[in-house]
Every structure is written in C-alpha cells, then in structure tokens.
C-alpha cells in the first residue's frame, strides 16, 4: 500500500517523497504539507512519466541479479521444488470451465511472464519468452469416488502437484490445475517459480483472470487497460535504478548499517547441522489473535511504527533468546516496485533486505522497537542493491551448512484475494506444502486486517522438531503480551513462557520422581554381576584383563584387612594411587569393607597431601610402591598400606563381608575441592545418594554388557564415580586409561580404536582437543560422549557431530551438587 501511494503521488504530482513518509501512517493534512514542502524546498521532483522503457524483444532478455540468484539457487536444487510455490483456490458453485480455458489464455497472453524460461545460451543464462498460446490446464475429476473418499484423494493431488519440480529451461513455470471434487466444488491451482512471479503477483493475476472469465461468459472485452510494463522492462528498469552512482551510496549504507554484525545465528537444534542443507521443511501454524494483534499495532503507532516492525522486535527478542545472540541478521522481502508502471505487473521484483536485530544493551522492548524502526526505515530507502552484492560488500565467508548472512527469514503480507470468478464464491487460498524450506525458519505470516495474525513458520526438518517450533509460536505470542502490558521491561526480563509452559518447565527441572531402593548399595550390585557372569572382562589396564570374579575375590580379601584395621562404616580410607587396576580393586574394596573412600591426587605437593589428610582423619591411606615415600611424608600418623603387595591379605576370605552394619545413609566417598576460599574442603557423599546418581543413570542410558566404559577422569574428580561403578554394575567392562593417557589425544583416539570403547566422558576444553585429532573418524565403536565440568559451546558440538557418529549427551554441574 505504501509503495503504491508513493509511485501514485510521484505519477500524478511529479514529488517523490521517501517511502518512510507514508510508512509512518501520515493523515491527509500531513501528506500535502511534505508534498508542498518538497515542492516549495526543490526536493527531487520528475514528470509522471516514468523513466521505465520497453526492452527490444528481438533478442534474448537478461535477467535481473535477484533472478540470476534464484537460477542459481534452484540448480543446486534440481530434484526440488524450494522456490516453487502452489496456491489452491477452492471455488463454490457452477464453474463455466469454457470461460475458465478462455480466461487462462487471455491471462498468459497478457503477461510475458507467465510463459518465460530461462535458457542458457554460450554459457549465459537469458529469459526466453514464448508467443502466447493456450496454457496446459491439469484436469482432475474426484466425482467418481465415494464421498468420504474425496478429500484425502484431493490433499494426495495437490502434495504431488505441488512437489512436481519445474525445469527453468523447458518450463512451463506457470501450470495450472483444475480439480472437481463435485458439480459446484472445485478446486483450481496455480503453481509458479519465483523466478517469474512474487507474491504482488499473485493479487494481480486473480484479479485479471476473474476479469478474463467474466467476460469469456457475456462475451464482452476485459475490463483492463493495457500493461504499460512486463517482467523484462521491470528487470532492466531495476538495473537502471542503480546508475549514476546510486549503487556506490547504496553499498556505503548496508556496510555501515551491518557492520560488524555475525553472519551466523547460532540457533540451537534438535538435531546436528548437515554439512550441506537438504531443504527438507514443513510449516508449522502460528496464530496471534485479534485482540493481542490489535493491542500490537496500537503499540507499534504510539511508537511511530508498523506492525511489521513491532512483530519483528518481538520474534528477534525471542529468537536472540534461544540463540544467546544479541546481534544478527533476519530477512525480510521488500516489494521494490518503485515504478507506478509495475503495478500491475506479474514478475519476480522483490529484493531480500538484510534487517539488523540489534539487542546488545538490554534496552526495553519500547527502545528496541524504536531501534527496530530506525533500521528497517533507513533500509526501506536503499531497497534496489540486491541482496548477492550486499553480500559480497560485506565480505560474508559463504559456509555450506549456512546460508549466508542470515539463516531466517520474516514476512507479513496483507491477506490474498480469493479468486472470485463471477456466478461462484471464491475462498482465500491455501499454500500447498511441498516439503521444503529455504531457510533454518521462515515466519509466513498474513495480517488479516481483523487485528490477527496468522500463517506458519516453515523450518528446515533437518533441524527441527514440529513440536520446538509450535512451542517457538507459543512463546512469541507469549512475549509479544508481556512487552505490550510493560513496554518499558528490559528485553531480557520479558518472560516466554505463559504459565501452563511455564510450570511444565519447573516440574520438567525437578524430573520425574523415581523410588529407587532406600538399602540399594553399588558394592552388592557389583558381587551380583560377578555370581551372575564370572567369568566375563570386568577390568581392562594394557594387556591386563580381570575377570568379573577375580576382581570381586581381590577387593573382599582387601576389604576383610581393611576391617581388621579398623575401617567400618563412617570411616575414611585415603587413596593416593596411580590410574591402575589396583585402584579400582582399592575402591571396590573400602566400599565392602564400609568405608568412604577420599582420592588424593598423586601430582599434588606433599603438604597439600599432608592438609587434607590432616583434615579428613582417614583410619588407613591405601597406596602403591612407586609413591610410597610421597605417602608417608604426607600420612605422619595414618596406617599406609601398599596395595601393589597383597602378601599381608592374601589368605583372607574372597567372599563379601557381613554387611551388617552398613546401610545407604553412610558416607560412600569424600571428594576433596578446594571451593571459593582455597583451602581443601571435603564433599561427601552418601551411598544413597550414589545409589540415585547411578541409578538414573541406568534408567536414562541403559548401559548393558556389551558396552566398554574408558575411565580416564582424574579419580579426585566427581566423575570418576561413575565411570568406575557405572559399567560394573550392569557386567560392562572398565577399560581404564594409562596415567597421564586423559591429557593426550592421540593415546584416547588409539585405545578406543584398540579397546572398542562405546562410552567416554570428556570436559568440554579436552573434547575440543580430541575432536580436532587427526584420525578420530576410526573410533567407530564409539556411541555415546557425555559431557561435564564446563558449559558446552554450541559450536563444539558442531564440529563433535561432523566429525564422529555418536550421541553427545551434555551433564554440566559441578562436583559440590552432588552432596545435595
């Protein structure tokens, strides 16, 4: 509407006025006060003719640079129909199909557009456009079936019609359908490539074929003037409109406007990025009701805004949100038909404007509308330079996985017209979905003029869930009531989610609650599996293998000398001990004898040793022979037992000992963290505790025997619970990782190629390590990598996902919470 205003004034009154002067809804008095003014100021001023020129047709027609990227576009998409679109147009009542063939003919007759293809001659790709002739027209006939199965037999048709791709060279890129679904019920489509037709077209061609048909059925002349302009004229007027040094002041703007600005919005998803799109997409709804839209446009005028840009401020707010970004790029199409001549024009015009979402600051939502004004107003006056040289302007590194500049797109258009062929009532067309998206979302939206907004959000299914996206729509609408209740909110404050989400959200973060054994404890899980499967791999070291029931007998032996020292329930048992099978039997065994076991890191200096022990009064320090003088140095008072020589417990009983006094309320292990203040501090931990961790662990991830768990976390971390425990207690087999082995990537990469590891843990910093190791794609055996102890960036698990075939599964939280 504005654009039309604006070539109407410039037409008849020879003023052309900035399109952000009627964008801000000027009343009557207001709009001849700047036509006088600009008239009486000398302001740019033409005669209505329009320097719009008819091309020679005795040649073939260059296309436009937005044409030329559509081309290009849609032959690396040769299978697709991503830039075919197909509207369905249900019309009621007699339907003189004689008039209708006489009103397509007339209608491709008038626009060269509809029967233009785009050939390649000597290596360049040229429009071709073909005399006018009868249009084939698709004819379907559903009478035949029974009733109840008309409508699937209708929506079966209309998918395969509109995933039917068009070839540019042969065409025809305009194809129409006619379907009878009963003697006054039909149902007509069009389907048209972009490369010749916009969405202006579509309101231009309904109104011209209803003019066609009617007077195909009175046999009178349409009522409609002659075409000052066709698709060719307009490409060659666009390219014009970039001369005399236009397209140097039009660069300078978008690179100070977007200067600075990532070219990636880093949205998270459900599942890993492709290497390269396969735009594969579907549409879900998205709806803002009347009442809030109203309350939306009203909020938007106060503002001196439209509301596309108040439904902008709300979707970049919610998508900046998700993304943790508070700058990025969405597109948004521009109608660029600055030319009255146009008006009526079925072609492809529309250029893609690069719109900044500016939220660093964490204005309120009133000053980042007011900011989402001022960008989009600034970029509605430089709308010609095409998108592809704004792009090369920028510098933007083209990756494959991404399109470039931005990856979402965003429009609201005004309601189509429904095709109201006289003697029948026509409806309000319907997009076919054709399975396909061009970008990560695009935001398809309609103002219905009653206040309401509605439409679909396509999305890209490589990426996405329906369900993510339907809960997208939610949280915009949602956003979108809070910002209009309290403008002056800071964006970051503005809550996304309504209070039925909201409480799904905080039950969800309480989890599900599971009864799990008050007695269960993981030493008698662990003597289970060795009754169960003796003779099964429990612990691999090198070339060392232990059997489920060797390793059950050498950890009871050392847990009776271990009672026979005092150990018993509450007591702790000090561990300063290399990566070994030895500490594994050391564990197992401090827990069968009741104890708690409390690591000591062996790199640690000896008076930090010497502190902490001093602070846990262990009854024993476990420890092996290479650290023997380290050990007593740091121990003073505390019994040292070496474990690598078990002389001293080896005739003592192999079965389990007399559990009596233990249950789950007991200290299971002390890890020892330095916290805020940096003095050694013990978190403790009871075996109930361990038993819940456990436990939900098996629940989420189902670990079984078949699975070979590396243990290569430090044992003072909190970890190294799991990875020692886990696997035993479901008859998995602990591969355990030589000393030092968890800082080398290349040592990892090998011994879970020679061990067949399926599960590894790994901090964040190390996997960006691991990753990034030559060779990793031949750790094939690998299936499943969690990750903890520091935030997960987003981009890591790009890269984890491209280069290994496995889950990623993140558990972030620090070793103090697992007291609670």
């Not at 020129?53 to 040769?78: I, K, M, N």
């Not at 029948?424 to 935001?443: A, K, N, Q, W």
């Not at 809070?482 to 905080?506: K, N, Q, Y």
């Not at 070994?580 to 004898?593: D, E, F, G, H, P």
Request: net charge neutral.
């Amino acid at each position: 509407m504005a654009a039309e205003l604006r070539n109407a004034v410039t037409a008849r009154l020879g003023v052309t006025l900035p399109i952000v002067d009627f964008l801000r809804r000027p009343t009557l008095r207001e709009l001849v006060s700047k036509i006088l003014g600009a008239r009486t100021a000398g302001a740019e001023a033409r005669p209505p003719s329009s320097p719009l020129a008819a091309v020679p047709r005795d040649r073939d027609l260059a296309l436009s640079p937005a044409q030329a990227g559509l081309a290009y576009l849609d032959e690396l998409t040769p299978a697709r129909t991503v830039y075919f679109m197909t509207l369905a147009y249900r019309v009621d009542g007699p339907l003189d199909r004689r008039a209708l063939a006489a009103a397509l003919t007339a209608l491709v007759a008038r626009h060269e557009a509809l029967r233009t293809t785009f050939v390649i001659v000597d290596g360049v790709r040229v429009q071709r456009v073909a005399p006018p002739a009868a249009p084939a027209v698709t004819h379907v006939d559903l009478t035949g079936l029974p009733v109840t199965e008309r409508a699937e037999a209708l929506r079966a048709w209309s998918s395969r019609e509109a995933r039917t791709p068009a070839d540019l060279a042969r065409g025809p890129l305009f194809r129409t359908g006619v379907v009878r679904i009963s003697e006054h019920e039909h149902l007509i489509t069009f389907g048209l490539h972009h490369i010749i037709a916009d969405g202006w077209s579509i309101r231009v061609m309904t109104e011209d074929l209803a003019a066609f048909y009617d007077a195909a059925r009175t046999g009178d002349r349409a009522a409609l003037p002659p075409l000052e302009a066709q698709l060719a004229d307009g490409v060659r007027w666009q390219t014009r409109m970039l001369d005399g040094g236009k397209r140097e002041a039009m660069v300078a703007f978008w690179q100070s406007r977007l200067a600075g600005v990532p070219h990636v919005l880093a949205l998270p998803t459900d599942r890993a990025r492709p290497a390269a799109p396969t735009y594969a997409g579907d549409t879900a709804p998205m709806t803002i009701g009347p009442d809030l839209g109203r309350r939306l446009t009203a909020l938007a005028r106060a503002e001196g805004a439209t509301t596309f840009m108040a439904l902008f401020t709300a979707v970049a707010v919610v998508l900046g949100r998700h993304a943790s970004q508070d700058d990025f790029v969405i597109g948004s199409p521009v109608a660029n038909r600055g030319a009255r001549e146009l008006e009526r024009s079925v072609g492809f015009f529309n250029n893609m404007l690069p719109l900044r979402a500016d939220l660093r600051g964490d204005p309120t939502f009133r000053q980042l509308l007011a900011r989402t004004r001022d960008h989009a107003l600034g970029a509605y006056e430089h709308p010609s330079l095409p998108l592809a040289e704004i792009i090369h302007a920028l510098h933007v590194v083209r990756e494959p996985a991404f399109a470039p500049l931005f990856q979402v797109e965003l429009a609201l258009h005004p309601p189509m017209p429904p095709l109201a062929l006289a003697g029948t009532t026509g409806h309000i067309p319907e997009i076919v979905e054709d399975g396909t998206s061009r970008f990560d979302l695009y935001f398809d939206l309609v103002d219905r003029g009653d206040g309401s907004i509605s439409g679909g959000i396509e999305y890209a299914t490589d990426l996405f869930d329906r369900a993510t996206i339907a809960r997208l729509a939610a949280e915009i609408a949602t956003l979108i009531s809070a910002a209009i209740e309290a403008p002056d909110t800071v964006i970051s404050a503005l809550p996304l989610l309504d209070a039925e989400e909201r409480d799904r959200v905080l039950a969800m973060a309480r989890g599900v609650r599971a009864d799990y054994p008050d007695d269960w404890l993981v030493d008698e899980a662990i003597e289970a599996q060795a009754a169960r499967a003796p003779a099964a791999i429990a612990v691999v070291f090198g070339a060392e293998r232990v059997t489920y029931a060797d390793l059950d007998a050498r950890a009871n032996r050392l847990a009776h000398h271990l009672i026979s020292l005092g150990v018993g329930p509450e007591q702790r048992v000090a561990l300063l001990l290399e990566r070994s099978v030895a500490m594994v039997v050391a564990i197992l065994a401090v827990l069968r004898a009741g104890g708690a076991y409390l690591p000591l890191d062996p790199e640690h200096p000896v008076l930090r040793l010497a502190s902490t022990l001093a602070g846990a009064s262990p009854r024993v320090l476990l420890t092996q022979a290479a650290l023997l003088r380290v050990a007593r140095a740091a121990a003073r008072s505390t019994d040292v037992v070496v474990v690598d020589d078990d002389a001293a417990w080896a005739t003592r009983p192999s079965s389990s000992p007399s559990r009596a006094n233990r249950c789950a309320s007991q200290l299971a292990y002390v890890i020892s963290t330095s916290g805020s203040t940096g003095e050694p501090k013990g978190a403790m931990n009871t075996h109930h505790a361990l038993a819940n961790r456990l436990l939900w662990m098996q629940d989420a991830f189902a670990l079984t025997a078949a699975y070979r768990v590396l243990h290569k976390t430090p044992y003072t971390f909190d970890v190294s619970v799991w990875e020692f425990l886990w696997p035993l207690m479901v008859g998995a087999t602990l591969v355990v990782a030589r000393p030092g082995g968890h800082r080398d990537p290349t040592y990892l990469r090998d011994v879970i190629v020679r061990e067949a590891v399926t599960t590894i843990h790994f901090v964040p910093s190390m996997l960006q390590a691991f990753v990034l190791e030559h060779g990793i794609e031949r750790c094939t055996s690998l299936s499943r990598v969690i990750c903890s102890g520091e935030a997960l960036p987003f981009e890591l698990t790009e890269v984890f996902h491209e280069r290994l075939a496995a889950e990623l599964i993140n558990l972030y939280g620090p070793e103090r919470r697992r007291s609670t």
